[in-house]
């Protein structure tokens, strides 16, 4: 079963405005990653988080990790019609196997033009 | 360089027929992973192989193998396939997957493969 779970689980916004995606997870990780998808296509990476880390800046996303409450915020500045996709975050439980990664739901970002 | 590549990326079989699935990681990179991601159970984790052996597997029955070569490029083999098999099968490799630096642990999807089952 999924561990992550994310919400909204839609999310429809303007060009400019900012989205944010939240992930909450059910068991302690070693890391948190994001992924964007467009169109059931593969999945790119965005950015990793490990759990020492509350917050990390790529670009346009801004991440935040609380571990305490088992959650992770993904936020995108500033957004364009090309961050149209659906948006995963997916954890590397602690202790587990690295490269065994559990997904969340995913959240689909519609971004108007 | 290269990313990771699929083939191939479509798929029509019949109920009961098998399929093989091939990936082949970017150069380097000595750990290749499995997902399936299906509308209804969203992606899961089929299995890992690293160094030509299976490290790491999911919840999915024996149906499901997989194996790595020598160049760690990977296949998955599905037997018997059923119409629940129908999915998007991703693959992803990552360059070691231990702790240490963080872009060893991130792992780089290819465009997989979408098997449709009649």
């Known amino acids: 079963s999924q561990q992550g779970e994310e919400d909204p689980q839609a999310l429809s916004i303007q060009e400019g405005e900012n989205a944010t995606m939240n992930c909450s997870y059910k068991?302690?990780?070693?890391?948190l990653q994001w992924y964007r998808q467009n169109s059931g296509r593969g999945l790119v990476h965005l950015i990793l988080?490990?759990?020492?880390?509350r917050e990390k800046h790529s670009g346009r996303l801004r991440v935040t990790l609380d571990t305490s409450k088992k959650s992770s915020s993904l936020l995108i500045t500033a957004s364009r019609a090309a961050d149209t996709a659906s948006y995963f975050c997916?954890?590397?439980?602690?202790?587990?196997?690295?490269?065994?990664?559990?997904f969340g739901t995913g959240t689909l970002l519609a971004v108007q033009p | 360089k290269a990313g990771v590549t699929q083939t191939p990326r479509y798929l029509i079989k019949t109920r009961g027929q098998q399929v093989t699935l091939s990936c082949s990681p970017i150069?380097?990179?000595?750990?290749v992973s499995w997902y399936q991601q299906t509308p209804g159970q969203g992606l899961q984790f089929l299995f890992e192989?690293?160094?030509?052996?299976?490290?790491n597997k999911g919840n999915f029955p024996g149906r499901f193998s997989g194996r790595q070569f020598s160049n760690s490029r990977s296949e998955m083999n599905v037997s018997t396939l059923e119409l629940g098999d129908s999915a998007l099968y991703l693959c992803?490799?990552?360059?070691?997957?231990?702790?240490?630096?963080?872009?060893?642990?991130?792992?780089?999807f290819g465009p997989g493969t979408r098997l449709l089952v009649l």
């Open positions: 992803a490799s990552s360059f070691f997957g231990t702790s240490g630096s963080w872009a060893q642990e991130t792992q780089y």
């Open positions: 068991t302690s990780i070693n890391n």
């Open positions: 988080i490990r759990s020492n880390e």
């Open positions: 997916a954890t590397a439980p602690y202790g587990g196997a690295t490269n065994k990664l559990i």
């Open positions: 150069s380097g990179h000595r750990s």
């Open positions: 192989y690293f160094s030509e052996t299976q490290r």
